[in-house]
């Protein structure tokens, strides 16, 4: 058994706790999550988890998705309709000013042109915002597609990672099975879940008691110099 450590080792041995925290008859094993939790409550390192740490961050760096472009395309077409709209008034009032130049029309003609010039710079802002929306699209769907490809390197790497961690402490538990008492397997894969618990328990480090349930001990006393941690027995 290695030695005993706190700080950031106890707390993955937390999750190893989740595993064995209670041993008894019908418990459910998840084993191959419970080797990994075993390794890690070890303080065992992987190959890849630097690569995990910093596909973990570049995927924490990436953008939030952007809203949809169908304001932007809205308010474009209405600041379009109502440009037409008021070039077709100044227009108008151009050619009634040509036949009858009347003091009345001149001032409308003029307050069109001063509206007109109004609705280009809307509908102008209106395009500008469009194009900056569409831009923040486009780099969207890259960053979309960054992430997808992230996300599968993490995937990958968080495989690799278990099978590194598996590998480590499998022939240890494998070992720890065969010395369990009452046992009716040697292999871990075929062990009764307390059997495979209770090897899980032996190899990996546990800073908190567990409750055992299960009478393949004589006393507490016996269970926790096997174990290598307190336990509470009932």
Avoid at 31 to 60: F, H, P, Q, Y
Avoid at 78 to 83: R, V
Avoid at 145 to 167: H, P, Y
């Amino acid at each position: 058994r290695a030695p005993r450590t706190g700080g950031a080792e106890a707390t993955r041995a937390v999750r190893l706790r989740d595993h064995v925290a209670l041993i008894a008859p019908g418990v459910s094993l998840r084993r191959r999550e419970a080797l990994v939790a075993v390794a890690r409550s070890l303080g065992l390192k992987t190959s890849v988890d630097a690569a995990i740490a910093e596909t973990r961050a570049e995927l924490d760096a990436l953008p939030e998705p952007v809203p949809s472009g169908a304001e932007g395309r809205r308010r474009v077409a209405e600041t379009e309709a109502e440009l037409e709209a008021k070039r077709e008034r100044v227009a108008t009032l151009r050619g009634r000013l040509k036949e009858a130049d009347a003091d009345s029309i001149g001032e409308r003609y003029r307050a069109a042109i001063r509206s007109l010039s109004e609705a280009e710079t809307e509908h102008a802002a209106a395009i500008e915002a469009l194009e900056r929306a569409r831009a923040r699209a486009r780099s969207a769907r890259d960053s979309r597609d960054r992430r997808l490809r992230l996300e599968d390197r993490l995937g990958n790497a968080k495989r690799t990672a278990r099978s590194e961690l598996v590998a480590a402490v499998e022939p240890a538990v494998e070992t720890a099975v065969s010395k369990v008492p009452d046992r009716a397997s040697e292999s871990f894969g075929d062990a009764a879940p307390v059997a495979a618990a209770l090897a899980l328990a032996r190899v990996g480090r546990i800073e908190t008691p567990i409750v055992l349930a299960c009478r393949r001990f004589p006393s507490r006393d016996a269970a926790e110099r096997w174990l290598g941690v307190p336990v509470h027995r009932f």
